[in-house]
């Protein structure tokens, strides 16, 4: 008995641990890179990755005020890009540690990072988020980089 009220408690732990983890992304963003992919590709969208530190980095609380956590924002880009938020903050670990291999693969050497994919995951534009601080100049820069993308 008490081995089955162990399981049970560890099992509540672990939940916990995930949902939280989960509960970090704004509303309209996914955390997972492969599955905004896999959306991408089905509904024709390029992807946006931003990778943030939600609980320490300045610039990154800023953006995640002015711009990501805006439903305008939401709205706007999510018409043409598959959201992904990939937070590395030093108050949760495990989910620095799950979103660790995203940022070695993609070499980020800064926060926040944004990364443009196309729908076949290829990167086609990087750029510091908080060079664009508000929602207007952010979706402008994001319309500009998908022309030039489409130009090349």
Avoid: Q
């Amino acid at each position: 008995m008490k081995a089955i009220t162990n399981l049970a408690l560890t099992a509540l732990c672990a939940s916990a641990m995930v949902s939280t983890a989960f509960a970090n992304a704004p509303e309209g963003w996914e955390t997972n890179v492969e599955t905004a992919i896999e959306i991408a590709k089905k509904d024709n969208k390029a992807v946006m990755l931003e990778f943030t530190g939600s609980d320490w980095c300045p610039p990154c609380k800023m953006m995640a005020k002015n711009v990501f956590s805006k439903d305008e924002f939401v709205s706007a880009a999510s018409e043409k890009f598959v959201l992904v938020h990939l937070d590395f903050p030093k108050g949760d670990p495990e989910l620095k540690k799950k979103n660790m291999p995203y940022a070695k693969e993609y070499k980020i050497e800064g926060y926040p990072t944004v990364i443009l994919l196309d729908s076949e995951g290829k990167e086609f534009d990087r750029f510091f988020a908080s060079a664009y601080p508000d929602v207007e100049k952010f979706l402008g820069h994001l319309d500009e980089a998908l022309e030039k993308k489409d130009l090349d």
